[in-house]
């Protein structure tokens, strides 16, 4: 008994063993509900069911995020919920990525949560790579955290500056290495990720992939390219792995349920890219100033991020509906 108490607080990243398997044992029983009982069945996720499981994801997180608070200390605690905000707001683009995915391989709204459900596992174990490796560098190298605050700076300035347009899969050089190493089927077969077909020369049955398939891998992509701007910013806010690694995954937890909804309006938050900009300048700059001047008070950090997030949100819904009553034809 006494080994299992040592064995259970001995430090991982800097927290006891304890509070790591805690936290993997709520994400685990999330998942496992999700899939067993609310999704045990293909159907099509309407923006009710989507708004419903989002709330219950943000109220876990929210909840978590309050034992944070209690029992790690304020300062983790605003450190937990900044990260949150942030890494729930710089997925909006991600969404918008998704959804073009989802229209490039006609995914039908009926298996796009398998899709979402078992990217997920791929993003708990890519995150967990990307930032246990930011960790090491951190601790080994702390003038890296310059560069960071560098690299969101530029990140935040080119994204105000240029007008990224819409992404294309067409020449997508991940997709054509897979089709060259798999055999892809030319559609869909249900909610098979792999099918079993008659080889056109042989006519003997063979595994072939299927386009639900790559779109899977794409969405995987898709997230690994945005951790290189979340990742980064995140450990502007904090270096300590546990809060970086809970606040992101509970965040995307939260933004993979609704999904549904933000699809549905993502062009009413064209204007959010603007403060989403600003958002990681100001971190970027906070990383020089803390090490010029002093460390900023993390509640000032957790009140800049909402508040230019907020203002985002609120002057996007604002400008576009101004925009449609303008233009009635833009919300067709």
Known sequence: MDAMIALLSTPLLGKAAWLWLSFFGIVLLLLAFDLGVLNKKDHEIGIGESLKLSTFYIAIAAIFGGWVWWYLGPTPGMQYFTGFALEKALAMDNVFVISLIFTYFAVPRLYQ?????????????????????????????????????????????????????????????????VR????????????????????????????????????????????????????????????????????????????????FTLAAMVHRFKYLKVALSLVLIFIGGKIFWSHIYGKVDPAISLGVTFGLLAGGVLYSLWKTSRETRTDPGLAE
């Open 113 to 177: 949560h398998r899709v979402l459900f078992w990217g997920i596992l791929g993003v708990i174990l890519l995150r967990g790579l990307m930032i246990g490796f930011g960790a090491a560098l951190i601790a080994q190298w702390s003038w890296i955290l310059y560069i960071f605050g560098a690299f969101l700076i530029v990140s935040g300035i080119k994204m105000l500056a240029v007008d990224g347009g819409e992404p294309s899969l067409d020449d997508n050089r991940l997709l054509a290495w």
């Open 180 to 259: 060259r190493r798999m055999r892809v089927s030319p559609g869909l077969h249900g909610h098979d990720f792999f099918v079993k077909l008659p080889d056109p020369e042989t006519g003997r049955m063979v595994r072939y992939a299927t386009p639900l398939f790559l779109a899977l891998v794409t969405v995987e992509f898709a997230d690994l390219i945005f951790a290189v701007d979340s990742v980064p910013a995140i450990f502007s806010i904090t270096t300590d792995p546990f809060i970086v690694y809970t606040s992101n995954i509970f965040a995307i937890l939260g933004l993979r349920a609704l999904y």
